[in-house]
């Protein structure tokens, strides 16, 4: 069966700083492969997508994430963090059923 | 555009009391799913459907019933809530052919007493 494994529960940066949330998956075909953000009491919204082709995906509000299939990982990043980027993100894979398998989330909060 | 709409958005139950969750989309997505958020563990698949009248069981289908009579609804049922039920749910819903991404609803926040 299908898993994603987020490390990081909880990360703190600097306003301005660079980011990085990892994502280790376990799947045994083809991943298709997602981060979503979610706001405090809110639903979750569609950072980026990976399906194939080029490794390296741009998303929305400034963000990209690396596929790399020897590692099994697809890690989000950003450049310069901003306070509005505090929330919690969600890794996901679509395996078994075609459902989301998500991560467990990490939490990012963002210090002024 | 509505997207996908979750009603009630709180709700507090006694043991043992039954509910339905509704959700209900208006993009013609056939296929539609229901997760639990609890924390520390991410979303966990309920339910989903492929389209009318096609349910089957995710990860976490105890103590929950679906039906899917329309293109549009999706409702989630507790027939004797508990409180290990206590949780943030969500519906989502996308096309089926290919794989596309996920819409999700803004959630309903479920505490069981």
């Known amino acids: 069966a299908q898993s994603v494994t987020q490390p990081d529960i909880h990360i703190t940066v600097s306003e301005g700083a660079s980011l990085e949330l990892r994502c280790n998956y376990s799947?045994?075909?083809?991943?298709?492969l997602f981060w979503y953000v979610q706001s405090p009491g809110q639903g979750l919204q569609l950072l980026l997508k990976?399906?194939?082709?080029?490794?390296l995906v741009q998303g929305i509000k400034g963000f990209e994430a690396e596929f790399k299939r020897s590692q099994s990982s697809f890690n989000l990043r950003k450049p310069s963090v901003h306070w509005s980027d505090a929330a919690e993100y969600f890794c996901a894979v679509i395996g078994g059923r075609r459902a989301l398998t998500f991560g467990s989330g990490t939490r990012l909060q963002v210090q002024p | 555009n509505a997207g996908v709409t979750q009603t009630p958005k709180f709700q507090v139950l006694k043991t043992g009391q039954s509910m339905t969750l509704q959700c209900a989309q208006d993009?013609?997505?056939?296929?539609m799913s229901w997760y639990r958020q609890d924390p520390g563990m991410g979303l966990r698949l309920i339910h989903y459907s492929v389209g009318a009248g096609i349910t089957d069981q995710g990860e976490v289908p105890n103590g929950y019933n679906v039906s899917r009579s329309t293109t549009e609804d999706f409702p989630l049922r507790l027939l004797s809530a508990a409180p290990s039920q206590t949780s943030v749910y969500f519906c989502?819903?996308?096309?089926?052919?290919?794989?596309?991404?996920?819409?999700f609803g803004d959630g309903t926040r479920l505490s069981i007493l």
């Open positions: 799947y045994g075909a083809t991943p298709y």
């Open positions: 993009m013609n997505h056939e296929y």
């Open positions: 990976y399906f194939s082709g080029d490794t």
């Open positions: 989502a819903s996308r096309p089926v052919e290919g794989i596309q991404p996920q819409h």
